[in-house]
């Protein structure tokens, strides 16, 4: 994934509704496949982390010390995990004609 598809990313808001196409994933997560942000985040903290732990995590942020590349070396601060979304690119109707037209048909003919 290139930069350009990375910054196309959207945080969730908890309130959100989200249908999973792995049924796997929501086998496993005990989960229907069709759900809030909310309780897809809760699911994965409840199999990943002691319950005191995700909260923190998933919502309040949790204290930590990260080494960035920006060379101000160890900075103390927190971290949270949020669910992030790319929407898949829309193809537009008319993207097919305009492919089985010439291209000089669009420039100008002066």
């Known amino acids: 994934m290139d ?3 990375n910054n196309k990313f ?3 808001k ?3 509704v989200l249908s999973i196409y792995s049924e796997d994933i929501s086998d496993y ?3 229907p496949r069709t ?3 909310i309780e897809f985040i809760e699911a994965i903290a409840e199999k990943s982390l002691p319950s005191d732990q995700a909260i923190s995590v998933f919502a309040e942020g949790m204290e ?3 080494l960035k590349f920006d060379g101000q070396g160890w900075r103390k601060g927190k971290i949270r995990v949020s669910l992030e979304f790319l929407p898949d690119e829309m193809k537009s109707p008319l993207d097919d004609i305009r492919q089985a037209i010439p ?3 669009w420039q100008d003919p002066s």
């Open 3 to 5: 930069n350009s598809e």
């Open 10 to 12: 959207q945080a969730l």
């Open 14 to 16: 908890y309130d959100e």
């Open 29 to 31: 997560l005990e989960l």
């Open 35 to 37: 759900l809030r942000v």
């Open 64 to 66: 930590c010390e990260a």
């Open 103 to 105: 291209n000089d048909v």
